[in-house]
């Protein structure tokens, strides 16, 4: 019997199957081929070897079934249907190991892969002593194969692998691992369960009832299975979704136009068709990278706002920790300095009886600077505990008018070393509730600053009210402050320019300090000038 | 444990060799040997049990009508 085949051009195109299978298979292909693209991008590794291989087998799968389809030659559909019953077990093993990769987050374990291995021997074994494809069917002029048992040990393969997959999605299902994200097993579990059962259900009804062209439904399915796994592995993976669709997309249009060629006969329509290709190519390759470096830009931006957000986490941890240091060691130096400063009183007032002359300046040297570090400690301390968010304020009425006099006559000889009138103009009493160790802080820091800024001059402390406002001004006769530096000079370890050159020992905490403590009682503090050259004024405004 | 590892690098090659093999010989059986049978009846075909028990037949190719 002879049968009439048209002779196919590069083994796949000919008239002898239906359309049907060249929009199930090209289209399958094409899709995979893209997946399989896509893949190569920048993906984390984990769940892309077994995604490739399932996509590699299918693809394969596809070109060989697609052979057998349009054929002519009885070797090529005898070895092709081979090649087919070889690879077909594989798909059904990749998308397992991806389901256990995505699952797991780790590669199947090696003792399974030499498992997997056993059971795909007797594949290796049957194909080429023809238990796979035993022979040609010439009853009929369909291109069959005879099948051995080789087809039906894949089908136990493939059903075996599809039952695991339930079994194990069942299972993790009621698990306790995925109580938080049962959507994400969920998912994947049917994505790949459906890819596997549409392809088997297809393959199986094709050899059972022999109506293969309606089984190639099962064919269309696959890759909508197929591109769903890997939109949950962009999903999951942080992988980009509208490359893939346009890619998918533009994709999708080449093969319509490509597949217009087989339907057109009249010339006008095969030009039109090759006018639309032509104005197609640039307008896709425009189009697709365009996409693809606007994704790359925002990927690249979006790490780099990941690290700067880590590099910031660190930073505040390693700001955390310096003032975890800071708090230690100024404890620690706070009791000698203590000590230190009280006997160089003590002595420089002759409580140890009378002192030589030439010994005076040394002790108001040693007076002055364990004073001044004395000061610096508790900035330092106070800075640590506002940061680590520890500062304390424990609020009593107090007299803030008491409280200028005594900072003012505590910082006169330091005013007086400078040859600087340091003046107190408060009225009889002025009450606030605030905490009194602090706000004296504020007021010190406020004097001592001005005295450090003024060469020559005055430094006058006044407390008023203001409104439901305590007020404090310190108004020097000093080096004065530019506008434009005015507004940091409460910032931390900011010191005006040209600061240096009159005062050596400022070390920018002082202001800072007290704005920190001002506001931490519910009141500010600021600071106006005329210019440099024309002194300044610190107001502090606390509630009453 | 080394060992075992040393085992597992070997794994891809194995399985690319057998997928390798399968093939080519395959082929050696199809087109340089021509030995399989062809059925001009679907009464001569075997079951796919039958070919189990009747190996060497498959590898003799039968002569057309």
């Known amino acids: 019997m002879m049968c009439e085949w048209d002779i196919a051009q590069f083994l796949i195109f000919s008239s002898n199957g239906e359309p049907l299978i060249y929009y199930s298979h090209l289209t399958s292909i094409f899709i995979f081929l893209g997946l399989l693209g896509f893949t190569f991008l920048k993906l984390k590794p984990w769940p892309k070897n077994s995604f490739r291989l399932m996509a590699v087998a299918y693809v394969v799968w596809l070109f060989c079934d697609l052979v057998l389809w349009a054929n002519e030659g009885v070797q090529n559909v005898l070895f092709f249907w081979t090649i087919v019953n070889l690879v077909e077990p594989l798909i059904f093993i990749a998308a397992f190991a991806y389901f256990y990769h995505f699952t797991e987050g780790k590669p199947l374990p090696n003792w399974s892969r030499w498992g997997i291995f056993a059971l795909l021997l007797p594949t290796f074994v049957m194909a080429p002593i023809g238990l796979s494809v035993v022979g040609f069917d010439y009853s009929s002029c369909d291109r069959n194969v005879v099948e051995g048992v080789a087809a039906y040990y894949n089908y136990f393969l493939e059903a075996l692998f599809l039952v695991m997959l339930v079994l194990r999605a069942i299972a993790l299902f009621f698990g306790k691992r995925f109580a938080g994200n049962r959507t994400k097993l969920v998912l994947v579990s049917v994505g790949t369960s459906l890819l596997m059962f549409s392809f088997l259900l297809a393959n199986f009804l094709g050899t059972f009832t022999g109506d293969y062209v309606t089984s190639q439904y099962g064919h269309i399915a696959v890759p909508i299975f197929g591109a769903f796994l890997a939109y949950l592995t962009i999903k999951y993976e942080s992988f980009e979704p509208r490359i893939l669709l346009i890619d998918t997309l533009v994709g999708g249009l080449f093969i319509l136009l490509l597949s217009l060629f087989f339907v057109e006969d009249a010339n006008y329509q095969i030009y039109v068709n090759v006018l639309a290709l032509v104005l197609m190519v640039p307008l896709a390759y425009s189009l697709i990278t365009g996409i693809r470096k606007e994704v790359r830009s925002r990927k690249e931006i979006q790490k780099l706002a990941n690290d700067l957000s880590l590099a910031n986490d660190r930073l505040k941890e390693l700001d955390l920790m310096k003032s975890e240091f800071l708090s230690i060691a100024s404890h620690q130096l706070r009791a000698p300095i203590t000590a230190v400063r009280g006997y160089a009183a003590n002595v420089n007032e002759g409580l140890y009886g009378p002192i030589p002359d030439y010994l005076k300046e040394p002790l108001d040297t040693i007076q002055e600077s364990s004073r001044l570090m004395a000061n610096s400690i508790e900035d330092y301390l106070n800075i640590s505990r506002i940061e680590q968010g520890r500062m304390k304020y424990e609020k009593s009425q107090m007299d803030l008018a008491d409280m200028v006099k005594k900072a003012v006559v505590e910082l006169t000889p330091v005013a007086a070393k400078k040859k600087i009138a340091l003046t107190a103009e408060a009225p009889e009493d002025l009450m606030i509730n605030a905490d009194i160790g602090k706000i004296k802080q504020v007021i010190v820091n406020l004097v001592d600053n001005a005295i450090k800024y003024t060469p020559s001059g005055s430094v006058t402390v006044s407390a008023a009210m203001n409104g439901t406002m305590a007020r404090v001004t310190v108004t020097d006769t000093g080096v004065g402050i530019p506008a434009e530096e005015i507004g940091g000079l409460f910032e931390k370890f900011k010191r005006a320019r040209g600061a240096n050159k009159v005062n050596t020992t400022g070390t920018g905490l002082g202001l800072y300090v007290a704005k920190q403590l001002a506001e931490g009682h519910g009141g500010k503090v600021w600071a106006e000038s005329d210019g440099a050259g024309k002194g300044s004024r610190f107001i502090v405004e606390i509630p009453v | ?65």
């Open chain 2, 1 to 65: 444990m080394q060992e075992k590892q040393s085992l597992n690098k070997y794994f891809l090659p194995v399985v690319l060799a057998f997928y390798a093999a399968a093939v080519l010989l395959s082929y050696i059986r199809i087109y340089v040997l021509q030995a399989y049978p062809t059925y001009y009846s679907e009464d001569d075909m075997p079951g796919a049990l039958d070919t189990l028990t009747d190996i060497p037949s498959l590898l003799t190719p039968t002569p057309t009508p």
